[in-house]
């Protein structure tokens, strides 16, 4: 039996919601979602690939940045609105002039995302779980 064969036997099938979560993304890139969710799902997507300030970069070169982070307070737990509000400030004084401090805040602020990245995942999964296959 060859390699092919051997993974063909090997399939998984995803379950119901695991097929949901998936179409959920696949909506997401034809810009399919519905507000609040496809916001959270970039802010979630931008962060994960270079931190807060890749999200507002890329944001702000593609969209409207206030109208996204309002969709975003309205969807993230108090916490997480919190830091995406400071890291916010933060970005915006580095804009204005290198500072190593807004910088540190900047990190803080990526790690308290990733520390608190599961609540985002069940908003996200939630939603999922209303997605017609």
Known sequence: MGLFDFFKKKRVR????GLKWNKM??????E???SPYEELMTYQSEVNNGGHAQYFDNVSNTSDLQREMSAL???????LR?????AYE???FLEEKDDENAE???EQCDKTFYENE???NRILESYAAKIEL
Request: glycine share 0%; hydrophobic share 40%.
């Open 104 to 106: 540190k805040i900047l």
């Open 118 to 120: 599961e609540e985002i």
């Open 25 to 30: 993304w696949d909506l997401w890139t034809k």
């Open 82 to 86: 919190e830091t995406l509000e400071k």
């Open 73 to 79: 307070k309205t969807v993230l737990p108090p916490q």
């Open 14 to 17: 995803l379950t119901e919601e």
């Open 90 to 92: 933060a970005y915006l």
């Open 32 to 34: 399919q979602v519905d």
